[in-house]
């Protein structure tokens, strides 16, 4: 069975939906933590190493989101973010926030359970590493080195740096980087992609490595001549 061993915390206050979702898991084999606001969610964290995380946004006592954005400082736990909300523009919010996965309300408790299964999956995959010359990328970690030193990089910047690499020589527009490491289409926001790789090529610099901007076309990844 797909849950067997794996723990999941349900935070969501809705009385009848949190027992609903934690029924269904529970006959799939998943062992259920319930937190009907962000105080039990947080207290089910301290004590807790939850297997994958099921938040509802809008809470009593705050923001899923934020609390999201706490949690991540601190774990790299899988996150399905549960939202009432159907605007394109809460699911680049859930992804800003890090989340893993997005499920609009009202959705069928099958394509809960597949979301949560597929987390877990791919939380329990074997480490891969992606190597380009001295830079080594841990793609379940989301870590990145050069040599022995971490660039420290942001989930986004991993992922967009990660993105490059795997397109080796060919440029990659804006548009497509922004859909796949932000989850959404681009639509107005401009900046987000010169942003982040601008905060990128700065960690890369001192390595030798640089992400070279063709005007009107995209990002191309330059590795270092040595």
């Known amino acids: 069975m797909m849950g067997e061993n794996a723990l ?5 206050d809705n009385r009848r939906v949190q027992m609903n979702n934690k029924e269904m898991l529970e006959r799939h084999g998943y062992a259920v933590l319930s937190a009907m606001n962000l105080a ?6 301290r004590d807790w190493l939850p297997d994958a995380v099921v938040l509802d946004i809008t809470l009593p006592d705050g923001n899923g989101l934020d609390f999201l954005r ?3 400082k601190t774990s790299g736990v899988p996150v399905l973010i549960l939202t009432a909300d159907q ?3 809460k699911a680049a919010e859930s ?12 959705y069928a408790l099958k394509e809960l359970r597949a979301r949560v299964d597929a987390l877990i999956r791919r939380a329990a995959r ?11 990328l841990d793609v379940v970690s989301g870590l990145a080195f050069c040599g022995d ?7 986004k910047e991993f992922a967009l740096l990660l993105l490059l690499i795997r397109n080796g020589e060919k440029t990659v527009s804006a548009e497509y980087l922004y859909e796949k490491v932000w989850k959404a289409p681009m639509g107005g926001d401009k900046n987000t992609v010169q942003v982040t790789v601008s905060k990128l090529r700065k960690k890369l610099a001192p390595h030798g490595y640089d992400i070279v901007v063709i005007r009107g076309r995209g990002y191309v990844f330059e590795g270092r001549v040595d």
Do not use: N, S
Not at 40 to 45: F, G, L, Q
Not at 149 to 155: N, W
């Open 70 to 72: 706490e949690l991540r």
């Open 8 to 12: 999941v915390l349900l935070v969501e």
């Open 95 to 106: 992804f800003d926030a890090d989340g893993d996965e997005y499920l609009r309300k009202p």
């Open 87 to 89: 605007t394109p523009e």
């Open 40 to 45: 039990e969610a947080r207290a089910a964290i």
């Open 149 to 155: 030193e971490d660039l420290l990089l942001t989930q």
């Open 126 to 136: 074997t480490p891969e590493t992606v190597v380009k010359g001295l830079l080594k």
